[in-house]
């Protein structure tokens, strides 16, 4: 915390302090302390400051998407999905610090959770779907996908995606309950408003 009071603070120890408080539960915290890394790692450099010794842990972008788990923890859904979905945004210009694919594309699954986080379940769909594009056999994405598209009453296409997720997912806790859903949405009676969300 000393280290993270300096003037001006090191990037490397405001996100130390932010992954400390993390794992106190303190997450509106650490997301505000690793934005003020990402701000710091992102500005440009001043004419005639010191060069700061040895590379930053993270990239701006890498500390602005763990600003938004954070932020999902602390289950501050617009300002989560607001930040992610800059960070998924497609690169336009050449920034000196643009989310890498692989950010970009956890930030798309993370916009989605948000998303279904606020109810806004047709844009969650959006965002699963487009990340299961760039990563088709990720099991989670199609759990997710599912249960948005279960909450809108969109059973064929729930049914999809909770079966693709069962021939992706091993078995345990999540797979018996998404068969269970699957025997519900076999047992349900056609027509709007028939099923409830889970």
Known sequence: KAAADRTPPAPQDLVALARFLSTQGAHRRAADLLLAAAALLEAPPVPGAPATSGAAPVSGAQARFEAGVELLAARLYTQAAGLFGSLAAPATGAPPDQPSSDLRLAALFN????????????????????????????????????????????????????????????????????????????????????????
């Open 111 to 198: 916009l989605g959770v948000a998303r279904a986080g606020l109810r806004l379940d047709e844009q969650a769909i959006e965002a699963f779907t487009s990340y299961l594009s760039g990563v088709p056999g990720e099991a989670r994405a199609y759990l997710y996908l599912g249960n948005a598209c279960f909450r809108l009453g969109r059973m064929d296409e729930a049914r999809a995606a909770y079966r693709s997720f069962l021939d992706r997912a091993g078995p345990g806790p999540e797979a018996s309950r998404v068969q269970h859903i699957l025997e519900g949405i076999a047992r349900a009676p056609k027509g709007p408003g028939a099923a409830n969300a889970p």
